[in-house]
């Protein structure tokens, strides 16, 4: 089954607009840890920003921010004020604590593209 | 910190060939993950490592491959005999020990290809 699902196979935005990138995800373990990385044309793949499950607070880091939603097991990345740099390819991830095994599983990703 | 370190950025082989992909983790960090990107399959995680020795390798393809980490400072990844079907961009990632939210932080990975 998958553990992270992410159904926007590509996505267009104006530039200065807000969007919306969805992740929903899969696990009955209590404990674990959503992340979002970005992957410009370059190929690294570089951190964004992390929610615990525990966090009582969506968590956000500048321009972006997540909204977590534990019942409808969603973790979406909002970027705010699109800019041209933000084109990239954007994957979610679930880290699993409780199972003891810490593995990183990463979705399909969305790939975003800022228009001018 | 220097980072990640992986090497080498780009490999072109042919078919039947050995494969070594090198990787330096972040000094201190004590999980080392291998994954392989492609088109098709997306990141997925071949192996690994927490204080240098492999936890969960479920991931690996198959017995051509194989990882070891001989020390906290450096992994092989090894492919023999090597396919087309093994071409991808092979990262090497790495993390601390510890709760909390413990990143994920990546190598630049290696492009193989395999002709």
């Known amino acids: 089954a998958q553990k992270i699902t992410q159904t926007q196979p590509g996505m267009f935005v104006q530039e200065k607009e807000a969007v919306t990138l969805d992740c929903t995800y899969d696990?009955?373990?209590?404990?674990?840890?959503l992340f979002w990385y970005k992957q410009p044309s370059s190929g690294e793949m570089i951190f964004l920003i992390y929610?615990?499950?525990?966090?009582?607070q969506n968590a956000t880091e500048g321009r972006y921010s997540l909204n977590f939603q534990k019942a409808r097991k969603s973790a979406n990345l909002v970027i705010s004020a699109s800019q041209l740099g933000d084109s990239a390819m954007y994957f979610c991830?679930?880290?699993?604590?409780?199972?003891?095994?810490?593995?990183?599983?990463f979705g399909t990703g969305t790939r975003l593209k800022v228009l001018a | 910190d220097a980072g990640v370190i992986q090497s080498p950025r780009h490999e072109v082989t042919e078919m039947g060939q050995e494969v070594t992909l090198r990787c330096k983790p972040i000094s201190g960090h004590d999980y080392l993950f291998w994954y392989r990107q492609t088109m098709m399959r997306g990141l997925e995680l071949l192996i690994y490592f927490n204080n240098n020795v492999p936890i969960d390798d479920s991931g690996m393809p198959e017995d051509r491959f194989s990882a070891k980490m001989p020390n906290a400072s450096f992994s092989t990844l090894k492919i023999q005999p090597s396919e087309p079907r093994d071409s991808a961009v092979y990262f090497c990632?790495?993390?601390?020990?510890?709760?909390?939210?413990?990143?994920?932080?990546f190598g630049a990975g290696s492009r193989l290809t395999v002709l």
């Open positions: 991830a679930m880290r699993e604590d409780a199972s003891g095994t810490y593995k990183y599983i």
């Open positions: 990632a790495s993390r601390p020990e510890g709760a909390g939210a413990n990143v994920l932080t």
């Open positions: 696990t009955s373990d209590p404990s674990y840890g």
């Open positions: 929610q615990g499950s525990y966090d009582q």
